[in-house]
């Protein structure tokens, strides 16, 4: 039989490591204590990561921001009282790293080409907030640029930086948020919780995977 430790076993969940002492602490992901550590039976977490994948359809944007801007420990000033109260409940039972496959719809992501000399630009535009792997120092790359950009600027913006779109080699990720706009006047850099799901929806490799998870447990 396979334990595994909470470090081992949060890494296969997906999750954080305190969610998984909560899950412990519910009663929900059966261990033994053996000193000050907990070991945890690998199939009993398999199961749970089989069982306890998100169902339903994703959130929408409103919600999906909502949910967002209160991990962050923000208000959310679109929602109402009792819109503000069920989500809270729904992230007082779930983490937020749990709902991040639902979250998509928070924006329609659109890939660009632009000249390389503007991307410096376009991440200091005052009309965009800086977010992915760009809003994290560890990962930071400075040849593909990820904003988010409002509806309403979009097009002018595309013109501005003379973008090529749908490029076989893109080198710019614009998130075109509709609404609400989830971001503070001046903000020039997302939420940790917002690049970590940024980073969740573009995970290619587990370094991306682990920082979204430092991300979320460090908010």
């Known amino acids: 039989m396979e334990y595994l430790s909470v470090p081992q076993a949060a890494e296969r969940l ?3 490591e305190r969610r998984v002492r909560q899950l412990i602490e519910l009663g929900r992901l059966p261990a033994q ?13 398999d199961g749970m990561r089989r069982a306890d994948r998100p169902t339903g359809r994703p959130y929408s944007a409103k919600n999906a921001w909502a949910l967002l801007v209160l991990s962050a420990g923000q208000e959310p000033a679109w929602l109402s009282t009792a819109e503000s109260t069920r ?10 790293a749990d709902l991040l496959p639902r979250l998509s719809r928070r924006s329609e992501v659109l890939e660009w080409y632009i000249h390389p000399s503007l991307l410096e630009r376009l991440s200091s535009d005052a009309r965009t907030v800086v977010g992915g792997a760009g809003a994290v ?6 040849s593909l640029v990820e904003v988010y950009i409002p509806s309403s600027s979009a097009q002018q913006i595309a013109s501005d930086y003379f973008v090529e779109a749908g490029p076989d080699h893109p080198n710019a990720i614009a998130r075109v948020v509709d609404a609400p706009w989830p971001f503070e006047p001046g903000q020039q850099i ?8 940024d980073l969740f929806d573009r995970a290619g490799d587990p370094r991306r995977v682990r ?9």
Not at 90 to 96: A, K, M, P, T, V
Not at 137 to 142: H, V
């Open 211 to 219: 920082t979204a998870q430092e991300l979320i447990a460090d908010a």
């Open 33 to 45: 204590k053996i000193g000050k550590q907990w070991i945890i039976d690998a199939e009993r977490v």
């Open 190 to 197: 997302v939420y940790p919780v917002v690049a970590a799901a």
């Open 87 to 96: 989500l809270r409940a729904i992230l007082e039972s779930r983490s937020i």
């Open 14 to 16: 997906g999750v954080n």
């Open 137 to 142: 120092d560890s990962l930071i790359d400075e």
